[in-house]
C-alpha cells in the first residue's frame, strides 16, 4: 500500500525529508501488519488430529485380585452328535377305551372324576333312563307270546296224534313257539345289558369301567343328558403304563431320526431322570407353516409322567465328536444363557464367553457343546466371579 504528497507545495527541504521517512514508515508498518494476518489465518485453517476412543466390550470384567478365582482347563469329552426336539406326553391311544352310556337318558349319580385311577368293574355313574321301561314291557310280552305259543303247540300235537289238523299246522305250531323262545332270550338279554334284572326291574342304569386305568377324558357333569352308544362318550380311560411322546422334528434333522432306534428323555419335572423311548413312527405328512414332521416315542411310563407335561427328547447320531467338559460350578445361567468365563491376557482381566451346554457328566463335570474348545482355560467358580463383578 502506497500513498503520494505533492513535493512541490513544501516550503523547505527538512520537511519533504521528514515526510519521506514518514512515508517509508507506513508502507513498512502495512506490509508487517499483513504479513501477521497471512500467518494468524494459515494457523487456524486445515483439519484436525482425530482421536479416537476405545470401546470397552461389555464382557470383560477387570478385578482387582484374580487369584482368587480358580482356573482350571476344559476336559475333552467323546459323545454322539445330539439333535434335540421338544416334545409332549400323549396317551396312547391304542391303550385307551370309551365309556359309552348303554341307555339314553338324564345322569342322577356320577362315582368318579377325571383323573381318577379307576378299577375293572367300578361303578362310574348312573343314567335314570325310560330304556329300561320299554325294555321290561318288551320281556314281559315276549314271557306272554311265549306261553301262548306253548299252549297252542301242545293242543296241536293233541290234534294231530288224533289225526284231526294236518302235519303243516303242528309245523306252524312249532315254529310259532321256537319264536317266542327266541323273543324271550332276546328280551332278557336286552335287560342284561342295560344292567338291570328281569326280577327287580329298575329304572336306574348303573355303568361300570370295563378295564383299569385312568381316567383322562369326562364329557358329564350331573343332571346331563346322554345319548346310548353315541358320542360324545360319558368317560375315556387310559392304560398310563405306556405312553407317547409326540415331537416336531424340522425337515432339515429328518436324516437323523430313524426308525427303531432309541432316544432320551428329559424331564423338566425330574431332571436327574433319563429315560429311553424307541421311535414308533414319523410322520409321513409335513406341516406346511413350519415344515416339521411329527416323531412319535413310544416309553414305558415309571409312573411319574403326566399327560401334557413337556420333555425334551434327544436323537443321537452315529458319529461321535469330542466337546468340552467343564466342571459344573463353572457354567453361569444368566438371562436364558449359558455363560463361561475365561481369564484374558491383560492381568486381572476375566472374559464372559457364551456358550450351550450339554448334558451332566460323572464327576460333577458339565458337556458344552459349542463355544469353547478341550483345554480352554475356565473359571472354576463363575458364580462367585459374577457376584464380585456386579459388586
Known sequence: ?????????????????????????????????????????????????????????????????????????????????????????????????????????????????????????????????????????????????????????????????????????????????????????????????????????????????????????????????????????PFTISDMSHVWIICDVYENDLSQVHLGEFADIHLNAYPDRVLKARIGNIGQIMDPNIHTAKVRLEVENPAIMRLGMFVTAAFHGQQKVAHASVPATAVLHLHDRDWIYTPSSKSGVFKRIEVAAGNMLPGNLQEITSGIDPGTKVVTNALVLQNTVEQ
Open 1 to 233: 500500500m502506497s500513498r503520494t504528497f505533492p513535493f512541490s507545495s513544501l516550503s523547505n527541504r527538512g520537511t519533504a525529508a521528514g515526510l519521506i521517512l514518514l512515508s517509508l514508515a507506513l508502507a513498512t508498518l502495512t506490509t508487517t501488519g499483513c504479513g501477521k494476518q497471512s500467518d494468524v489465518h494459515a494457523s487456524d485453517t486445515g483439519p484436525h488430529d482425530a482421536v479416537v476412543e476405545p470401546d470397552m466390550d461389555a464382557n470383560n470384567f477387570k478385578v482387582d485380585h484374580p487369584d482368587q478365582f480358580p482356573v482350571s482347563e476344559a476336559g475333552s469329552y467323546l459323545a454322539s452328535s445330539e439333535l434335540n426336539a421338544t416334545g409332549v406326553v400323549s396317551p396312547d391311544v391304542s391303550r385307551q377305551i370309551p365309556v359309552p352310556s348303554v341307555a339314553t337318558g338324564r345322569v342322577v349319580e356320577i362315582d368318579a372324576r377325571l383323573g381318577d385311577q379307576v378299577k375293572k368293574g367300578q361303578l362310574l355313574f348312573k343314567v335314570r333312563s325310560t330304556d329300561i321301561a320299554g325294555a321290561y314291557s318288551d320281556y314281559r310280552k315276549a314271557i306272554k307270546n311265549e306261553e301262548l305259543a306253548k299252549i297252542q303247540l301242545d293242543r296241536a300235537k293233541l290234534l294231530y296224534n288224533d289225526g284231526a289238523i294236518p302235519k303243516s299246522s303242528l309245523e306252524t305250531a312249532q315254529n310259532a313257539e321256537d319264536n317266542a323262545v327266541v323273543d324271550v332270550e332276546t328280551t332278557t338279554e336286552h335287560l342284561h345289558i342295560l344292567g338291570s334284572d328281569p326280577a327287580h326291574p329298575s329304572g336306574i342304569v348303573e355303568v361300570y369301567a370295563p378295564v383299569s386305568g385312568t381316567i383322562t377324558d369326562q364329557q358329564i357333569t350331573a343332571a346331563a343328558g346322554v345319548q346310548a352308544l353315541s358320542a360324545p362318550n
